[in-house]
C-alpha cells in the first residue's frame, strides 16, 4: 500500500443542501482534507449516472454525490432518482471489478456542517486505504 | 426471414405478395428491424417473435414507441441450439406457433466463472475486452430497446470523438441506460465485431438490477424502477423517458 | 405502405461486406441492416458500413449535368453536355492525336462500368491512356506480384484469417482501415494466435499485438531482409518448398547476408531481439498469414517492397496451403475489380498485355476495331503530361484528384492547363471545380453491377432506388458516351449484358455470371461455367510456374528529412472518414466522430517544438503548407508526424512527394520530409 497516495476526489454537491452544508462547513472553519474538488449542481438527480462512469473511467479515484435528505428535495422528487441510480452505478462497477466504494450517495442538509466534514473526511481516508483507481494505469 | 439471394433476408411481406422460403434458424433482430421501419409502414404488422422479443415489445409498448393494437405476433420458439448460444433462461414466447418449446440452459458458465474472480482479475478480464471495441455501435444500433434519437454515447463529454477503442465509459453507460430495458436477446453480442461477451455483462446487470428492485424488464404493465420514487409513484416532471 | 430490404456490397472499403438496405415504398432509403449470412461479414459492420445509407440522398447530390460558361458551371441538359464533349474530345483528337486525352476509370464504380470506360479509351476514342486510383495504393502490388508469382492479387481469403495461428501486419491500421478483416484477426488473437504488427504508429491493432514492432518509416526492405537473414541463419527456412517451387534463392541469400540483426536495428529502429524473435514466430509457425496495406506498397521503391514481403512468405513456404499466403488489403471496394476490368494503360481485362500482338488481336476481333498497341500513361505520369501541356483532355470518372492525388499544388496546375476536363461525380468535388462538363451519376445504390473485393469475391450490388434527378448510372452514361463518339459495342441493355462480355475476354471471370454469383461466393479465377472459383491461389504450382524471388536492397526514400524539414510526414486512413470524404463528411455520425484535421505529433517532439496539444499548427513542406489541429500523442514514433488525408480543407496531399516508383508509377505518400511550427 502506496504511504503517500494523493486521491484525486470529486463531490458533487446540490445547490440548496449539501453545498450550502459545505459552505458552512467552510464557515465554521472545520478541518478537512484538501484533495476533494466540489462541483456544485443544482439538484443531485442533474448528476447523470454518465458524469459518474465518466469520472471512473478517466481514473478519479472517489466520487461522492451529495443530495438533500429524502423529503426535502427542492424539486420534491429530484433525490428519489438520485437514490435510485447511484446504487445501481456501484453495482454495475463491481461487476466490471472496480470497486464499489469508490462512489459513494449521502444526504447532507445545508445545517449539516458537521456532517459534511465528517462525510468528507470518511470517504478521503477510505478511499485512499482503497489505493489509486486500476483506470489510471490502463491505456485504451 | 426468408432465403434470397443465397441468403437469409429479413422480409416484410404485403398481403398478398408471395411469402417466399421462411427461414427461422437465423436470429435476425427483427423488434429492431421494425423500429427502423415502422413510420414507413400501414396497417396491422404480424411479426415473428421469440420469448425476448415479446418483452422488447412490451418495453416499447409501455413507453408509447409503437402502438400495441397495430402488432400481431407469431410465437417463435427457439431452438436448443440458439438457447444455448444465449444461455437464455427464458426460451419459450407466450404461445409457440413456429419452431420448438426449448428447455431453458443452466445459466451463463462465463458469468459464473466470473463472479468467482477477485475483483482485480475482473477488471483485468473486463479491460481486455474492451479493449478490442472499434466503436462500430453495432450494439446501440441493432438492440430493440435502444431507441433514444439523441444518444448520450455521442456526446464528447461521456465517450471522447475519434478515440479508438473508445474507453470504460462507452460501455459503462450503456450498462446502466440498458439496465432497466434488457431483455436478454443476445442482438449486441453476436453483432459485435470484437466478439466482446456483453451478453454475459447484461445478464450481470440485470441480476444487479432484481436484486435493488426486485425488477426484470420485459413486462408490459410495470413500469421501470428508474422512472418512479422510492414509494413507486412515477416521477414528476418526466420530460425524459429514459433513466 | 411497406419496406423492401435490398442485399447489396458496402461502398467503403475493399473488405466487401454484404448488407440489407432498408427502402420505403416512396424510395427513401431509411437504414442498413447487416447479413447474417454473409460469409465475409458475418453479420457485422464497422461504423461506415452502418452509415453506408446516410450519403445517398443528401440534399449535396448532383442532379443535372453542368457546363462551364462564363459566370461558372451552369445547368444543361444531357443533349448539350453530351454534345460538348463529344465535340470537343473530336476536335482535341484530330488536332493532336488521340493520346492527347486520358480517361480515368473508378474503383468506387462497378466492374461492368470500369469495362466500359476502359473500352470507352480503348475503342470510342483510341487510346491507351487509361488508369485509376490504384495507381495510388495498390499499383506497387500488381507489379510487385505479377513478377514474384505471376498473380497480383490477394492468395488467401479473408474468412482464413480467423484459423490462423501467425498474423504478421505491416503497413496496415487493420482495425481503422478494414475493421471487418480486423476483426478477423481480433478472433484469431482470442484463439491464441500470435499477432505481429510492424508500424510506425502505434495502432489499435498494436495495442493487442503480441509483438509490436515500430520502424522508422521507408526501411521497410531492411527489416523484411533482416527477417529473412534470420530465418535462413537459424535454418526455419522451408527448403523443399525453395527447391520444387522457386528460383533464384542463390541471388535472394546474397542480398540479405549484410542485413543482421544489428544493422538492421540501426536502419530501422528495430530492436534486434524483436526483430530475432518475430522472425522465429513467423517462420515456425504452419498457419501464418502475411496482410499488408499501403505501409508497403506507397514508397518509391513500392514495387520492390513488395516483392520483399513474396520474398518473406516463399522462404518460409508459407503459401498455397489454408491461412498462409500474401494478402495486399485493397482499399476501394472495387479497386480489385477496377483491374481486373482493364483499367489499367498496359494491361486489358484479365491483365492480358496491351503489348503483346496477340492478345491486342483477339480483343481487336472481338471489339471490332483496331486499337493501339502502345502502352498508355499512368494517372501520375498523365498528370505530369497535363501539367507540361502533352495531355489536352481528361475524363475522369467518379474520383477526386485534387485531394488523393500526391502534391495537389501541380495537379491544380495540371487541371488548370486542360482544354476539356469532364467530371461524372456523385458530388460537387475540389475536382469537378475545374471541369468543363460535370456529368451527375449514380451511386451504388442506384445501380445494378458487381464489385470485386480484396479476397477476388465478385459481389452483387443491386440497385434500390433511382438516382436523384437526372443522374444517370456511370454504365448508360458511358454507353451514350461510346453510341455519340461513332463506336459500336455499347449497346448494353443491363450490366448483366456488360458483365457477360467481359467474362468472354477475360479468361479469369469466364465462368462469372450473375446467376452464378447471386446465389454464392464466387472468386476469380473463375474459368468455366460450371467452376465454382478458387479460394487459395497458387496452390500447386504459382500462376507463372515457379515463384521467384527478388534480390532487393533497402533504399532510402526520396526525400529525407533535412534541417529545413526535420521531421517525416506519413500520410494515411482514420476509421470514421473514408479517402477524400465525399461520402463520409456527408454522413452525420461519421463526421461527428471525426469532423477536424489533426496531425499527430510526438510528445517529445512537440516539447521540443512548445506545442500542446489542441493547438493551431502549420505543417509545411517544399511544396505546400496547410493548418490544421495538432494531436500530442505518445502513438507515433519521434521524428515522424502523421496526417490523415481525409480533409480537403488541410489536405495532406498538399505536402506529399509525387516521387515515382519506376516500375509501378506509385508515388511515396508514406515519407517525406516536413517541419511543424506553431500558426
Redesign the interface.
Known amino acids: 500500500m502506496m504511504a503517500e497516495f494523493d486521491p484525486t476526489i470529486l463531490a458533487f454537491c446540490c445547490n440548496w443542501c449539501s453545498y450550502a452544508g459545505a459552505d458552512l462547513a467552510g464557515v465554521s472553519r472545520l478541518q478537512m482534507p484538501p484533495n476533494v474538488h466540489v462541483i456544485r449542481v443544482m439538484c443531485s438527480a442533474s448528476v447523470k449516472p454518465e458524469y459518474l462512469m465518466k469520472a471512473v473511467s478517466q481514473g478519479v479515484d472517489g466520487v461522492l454525490v451529495l443530495g438533500c435528505h429524502i423529503g426535502d428535495c427542492h424539486y420534491m422528487t429530484g433525490n428519489h432518482r438520485t437514490a435510485k441510480r447511484v446504487p445501481l452505478v456501484k453495482k454495475i462497477m463491481g461487476d466490471v471489478g472496480l470497486d464499489e466504494r469508490r462512489v459513494r450517495l449521502d444526504w447532507v442538509s445545508a445545517a449539516e456542517g458537521e456532517k459534511f466534514q465528517k462525510v468528507i473526511t470518511e470517504f478521503v481516508n477510505e478511499v485512499k486505504e482503497l489505493g489509486p483507481n486500476p483506470l489510471r494505469s490502463v491505456r485504451f | 426471414m426468408r432465403e434470397e439471394h443465397g441468403n437469409v433476408a429479413p422480409a416484410l411481406v404485403s398481403k398478398g405478395d408471395d411469402i417466399g422460403d421462411v427461414r427461422i434458424d437465423v436470429p435476425y433482430q427483427l423488434v429492431n428491424i421494425l423500429e427502423t421501419i415502422y413510420p414507413w409502414t400501414s396497417g396491422k404488422i404480424a411479426i415473428l417473435t421469440r420469448r425476448c422479443d415479446e418483452k422488447a415489445l412490451a418495453e416499447l409498448f409501455k413507453r408509447g414507441l409503437i402502438d400495441e393494437a397495430r402488432i400481431a405476433m407469431i410465437g417463435l420458439g427457439c431452438s436448443k441450439e440458439q438457447v444455448r448460444l444465449c444461455r437464455c433462461e427464458d426460451p419459450v414466447p407466450t404461445k409457440v406457433d413456429v419452431g420448438e418449446a426449448s428447455a431453458p440452459a443452466k445459466g451463463d458458465e462465463l458469468e459464473a466463472k466470473l463472479s468467482k474472480m477477485s475483483p482485480e482479475e475482473r477488471l483485468r478480464f473486463w479491460v481486455g475486452q474492451f479493449k478490442k471495441c472499434n466503436k462500430c455501435f453495432a450494439c446501440t444500433t441493432n438492440c430493440p430497446v435502444c431507441f433514444c434519437d439523441d444518444c448520450v454515447l455521442e456526446e464528447k463529454t461521456f465517450v471522447s470523438e475519434l478515440g479508438i477503442p473508445p474507453g470504460m465509459s462507452f460501455h459503462l453507460i450503456r450498462s446502466f441506460h440498458l439496465a432497466d430495458k434488457c431483455i436478454e436477446c443476445g442482438e449486441c453480442e453476436r453483432s459485435c465485431p470484437a466478439s466482446i461477451p456483453l451478453l454475459t455483462l447484461r445478464k450481470m446487470v440485470l441480476k444487479d438490477v432484481k436484486e435493488l428492485f426486485d425488477y426484470t424488464p420485459g413486462d408490459k404493465k410495470t413500469s421501470s424502477p428508474l422512472l418512479t420514487t422510492l414509494d413507486d409513484q412515477p416521477l414528476v416532471g418526466d420530460e425524459c423517458n429514459e433513466c | ?5 435490398v ?1 447489396t456490397t458496402c461502398p467503403y472499403c475493399g473488405t466487401g461486406c ?1 448488407f ?1 438496405l ?1 427502402v ?3 424510395g ?1 432509403v ?2 442498413v ?6 460469409e465475409i461479414s458475418l ?5 461506415k ?2 452509415n453506408a445509407h446516410a450519403f445517398i440522398q443528401h440534399p449535396d447530390r448532383l442532379t443535372h449535368p453542368l457546363v462551364r460558361e462564363s459566370g461558372g458551371l451552369k445547368q444543361t441538359t444531357w443533349d448539350k453536355a453530351f454534345e460538348k464533349i463529344v465535340h470537343e474530345v473530336t476536335r482535341i483528337r484530330e488536332k493532336y492525336g488521340p493520346d492527347s486525352i486520358a480517361v480515368l476509370a473508378s474503383a468506387k464504380c462497378t466492374n461492368e462500368e470500369n469495362y466500359l470506360f476502359q473500352k470507352l479509351a480503348r475503342v470510342a476514342i483510341g487510346t491507351n491512356n487509361v488508369d485509376h486510383c490504384a495507381r495510388l495504393c495498390h499499383s506497387s502490388t500488381v507489379s510487385g506480384l505479377l513478377t514474384s508469382f505471376g498473380s497480383g492479387a490477394m492468395t488467401n481469403t479473408i474468412p482464413e484469417f480467423d484459423n490462423a495461428d501467425c498474423v504478421l501486419v505491416t503497413g496496415s491500421n487493420t ?2 482501415a478494414h ?2 478483416i ?2 478477423r484477426i ?2 484469431a488473437y ?1 484463439k491464441g494466435a500470435k499477432i505481429i504488427v510492424v508500424d510506425p504508429r502505434e495502432t ?1 491493432l498494436s ?2 499485438a503480441y509483438l509490436s514492432l515500430h520502424q522508422k518509416p521507408g526501411t521497410d526492405i531492411a527489416w523484411i531482409n533482416g527477417m529473412i537473414k534470420v530465418i535462413i541463419d537459424e535454418g526455419l527456412h522451408n527448403e523443399e518448398f525453395i527447391k520444387n517451387r522457386t528460383t533464384m534463392f542463390d541471388q535472394l541469400k546474397e542480398a540479405v547476408k549484410d542485413y543482421t540483426p544489428e544493422k538492421v536495428e540501426s536502419i530501422t529502429g528495430i530492436p534486434k531481439k524483436d526483430l530475432i524473435s518475430a522472425a522465429r514466430i513467423y517462420a515456425k509457425t504452419e498457419k501464418a498469414m502475411l496482410a499488408y496495406a499501403m505501409g508497403i506498397t506507397q514508397h518509391s521503391n513500392g514495387t520492390n517492397l513488395v516483392k520483399s514481403m513474396a520474398n518473406l512468405a516463399m522462404v518460409c513456404g508459407h503459401i498455397g496451403k489454408e491461412s498462409t499466403g500474401v494478402n495486399p488489403l485493397r482499399g476501394q471496394c472495387n479497386v480489385q475489380g477496377s483491374c481486373d476490368a482493364g483499367g489499367l494503360p498496359d494491361l486489358y481485362p484479365g491483365y492480358q498485355r496491351v503489348v503483346d500482338p496477340e492478345v491486342r488481336s483477339k480483343f481487336e476481333k472481338a471489339w471490332g476495331k483496331e486499337l493501339s498497341g502502345a502502352k498508355g500513361l499512368t494517372l501520375t505520369c498523365a498528370i505530369k503530361e497535363a501539367e507540361v501541356g502533352k495531355l489536352k483532355a481528361l475524363i475522369i470518372f467518379g474520383e477526386n484528384i485534387m485531394v488523393a492525388d500526391p502534391d495537389i499544388a501541380h495537379v491544380e496546375k495540371a487541371l488548370k492547363g486542360l482544354e476539356l476536363l469532364v467530371v461524372a461525380e456523385v458530388f460537387p468535388t475540389e475536382t469537378s471545380k475545374f471541369a468543363h462538363v460535370v456529368l451527375p451519376a449514380g451511386c451504388y445504390a442506384e445501380k445494378d453491377g458487381t464489385f470485386t473485393n480484396t479476397d477476388r469475391a465478385v459481389r ?1 450490388v443491386r440497385k434500390a432506388v433511382e438516382p436523384p434527378g437526372e443522374a444517370m448510372a456511370d454504365w448508360q452514361i458511358a454507353c451514350e458516351l461510346g453510341k455519340r463518339l461513332g463506336a459500336s459495342g455499347f449497346d448494353f441493355k443491363s450490366p448483366s449484358e456488360i458483365m457477360d462480355e467481359m467474362a468472354s475476354l477475360a479468361p479469369i471471370y469466364a465462368g462469372i455470371n450473375y446467376q452464378k454469383i ?3 461466393v464466387t472468386r476469380w479465377p473463375c474459368p468455366s461455367k460450371d467452376h465454382t472459383g478458387t479460394r487459395i491461389l497458387h496452390t500447386l504450382k504459382f500462376t507463372k510456374g515457379l515463384g521467384e524471388f527478388a534480390p532487393v536492397q533497402h533504399a532510402p526514400p526520396a526525400e529525407e528529412p533535412s534541417e529545413d524539414y526535420p521531421l517525416i510526414l506519413t500520410t494515411g486512413r ?3 472518414q473514408y479517402h477524400t470524404g465525399t461520402m463520409t463528411r456527408r454522413s452525420p ?1 461519421l463526421e ?4 477536424e484535421p489533426y496531425v499527430e505529433l510526438n510528445r517529445g517532439d512537440a516539447k521540443k517544438l512548445e506545442i500542446v496539444d489542441g493547438e493551431r499548427v502549420m505543417v509545411s513542406s517544399r511544396r505546400g503548407a496547410i493548418t490544421l489541429k495538432a494531436r500530442v500523442t505518445d502513438r507515433i514514433i519521434p521524428g515522424s508526424i502523421f496526417i490523415p488525408f481525409h480533409y480537403a480543407e488541410a489536405a495532406a496531399n498538399r505536402l506529399t512527394n509525387a516521387a515515382l516508383d519506376p516500375i509501378s508509377n506509385i508515388p511515396e505518400l508514406k515519407v517525406c520530409a516536413a517541419k511543424v511550427q506553431k500558426a
Open positions: 405502405m411497406s419496406v423492401k430490404h442485399l454484404n440489407f432498408q420505403s415504398d416512396d427513401k431509411l437504414g441492416v447487416p447479413c447474417k449470412t454473409d453479420g457485422r459492420l464497422c461504423i458500413g452502418y482495425l481503422e475493421p471487418m480486423g476483426a481480433l478472433t482470442d489499435p495495442r493487442i452483387r447471386d446465389g454464392q482514420n476509421l470514421f455520425k461527428r466522430e471525426a469532423p
